[in-house]
């Protein structure tokens, strides 16, 4: 599986797993899987809210801060990779 590195973790606000992503390369849309990698962070999650100043957005592209609410914590400085289409882990 090749995955392309969409951003990173900038912060995690942990009362409302809440991920604060910087989009460095490419875009993420709704409905995309992105990848959480980290000394201790390995899962992925299926993109089906995100919000760009606490409006909704349906694209976040490059230099974007995004929030998603993910399922499981993740750390300052995880880097964030998109699955392609079609692939799952």
Known sequence: MVEE????VEHFFTNIN???IKITDGELKIGDTIH???AHTDFT???DRMEINRAPV???KKGDAIGIKVTDKVREHDIVYKIPKGETQ
């Open 58 to 60: 349906q694209i976040a």
């Open 5 to 8: 590195k969409i951003g990173i």
């Open 45 to 47: 999650h299926n993109i």
């Open 18 to 20: 809440v991920a604060a």
């Open 36 to 38: 959480f990698v980290g």
